[in-house]
């Protein structure tokens, strides 16, 4: 598995053209980090252990292949804290959400607001939310949907990183 550099997340997501397709990309990430967080959590360096048990875990339909069952396995065994959890967790369903909707919303569409909303990584950032948010409640003369998507993608974006960055074994 290839590690991404912060880079390449950003390239990769900017690529995106819709929420949809971002929101898939971030998912996969996403997962991907978890499976390099993961074995950090099992052995100390043991390549035997490491063949034989761990990668049958993460491998593709491994158990644990899946996000969310990644994502709470590191979450009981205390090696997550909350509100990453709840941040992952929210990527994921979001990603699942929209990959149910036969029309995918915009960047700026007041779901995609609720959604980056709820996200620690993009609320935490004082600087960051209070542009979105006075942004997005400007009157219209001042607002821009093209700028306003573009933040929006650029904060989702960065909130990816930060995630990434936390998932460092």
């Known amino acids: 598995m290839t590690t991404l550099t912060e880079d390449d997340v950003l ?27 993961l074995p950090s959590l099992f052995v100390n360096n043991d390549e035997e252990i490491v063949e034989y048990a761990v990668k049958p875990l993460l491998a593709q339909s491994g158990p644990l292949d899946d996000i969310e069952v990644a994502l709470r396995l590191i979450y009981a065994l205390g090696k997550m804290d909350k509100w990453l959890y709840a941040d992952i967790t929210h990527f994921s369903r979001f ?22 909303s709820n996200v620690n990584s993009i609320t935490r950032n004082a600087t960051l939310y209070g542009a979105l948010e006075s942004m997005k409640f400007a009157d219209f003369a001042a607002w821009s949907e093209v700028r306003f998507s573009a933040m929006v993608k650029t904060a989702m974006a960065l909130a990816v990183t930060a995630i990434l960055k936390e998932l460092t074994p």
């Open 95 to 116: 990603c699942q959400y929209l990959n149910e909707q036969e029309t995918v919303p915009g960047f700026a569409d007041d779901i995609t607001w609720d959604f980056i």
């Open 11 to 37: 390239e990769q997501l900017d690529a995106q053209r819709d929420l949809r397709s971002f929101m898939t990309t971030a998912h996969t990430i996403l997962l991907q980090g978890i499976k390099r967080f």
